[in-house]
């Protein structure tokens, strides 16, 4: 999978949505709270509504998140966007939606 402008699109609108709430201790999903990493599974269908305890907190089927980030992301970008949502306290992914709004995309 790559990192294309519908991924980045539905990224955001999923962030801005207010759909996913924003979870400030550093895991991906936890208790209906998400990290905005979180989010870019469920918007681009890595991961499957009503999978996300079993794929995030178990594993489900061999998942293994950081392996699909590498795939979609630089690692240091992976590392600039869980900082920007860690950082941003409250209930609001703003400074990861900055980021990620001027993150390139692959060229469909």
Not at 25 to 45: E, H, I, K, P, Q
Request: aromatic share 12%; glycine share 10%.
């Amino acid at each position: 999978m790559e990192f294309t402008e519908k991924i980045k699109n539905d990224w955001i609108a999923g962030m801005e949505s207010g759909e996913y709430k924003k979870i400030d201790n550093g895991d991906l999903y936890r208790n209906d709270c998400f990290c905005a990493l979180g989010v870019l599974f469920m918007t681009s269908g890595i991961v499957k509504k009503g999978d996300e305890y079993s794929c995030f907190i178990q594993g489900l089927n061999g998942f293994k998140p950081y392996k699909h980030l590498e795939d979609l992301l630089t690692r240091g970008i992976t590392r600039e966007v869980y900082r920007a949502n860690d950082n941003n306290k409250g209930d609001n992914f703003a400074a990861a939606i900055k980021l990620v709004k001027g993150l390139e995309t692959v060229k469909n």
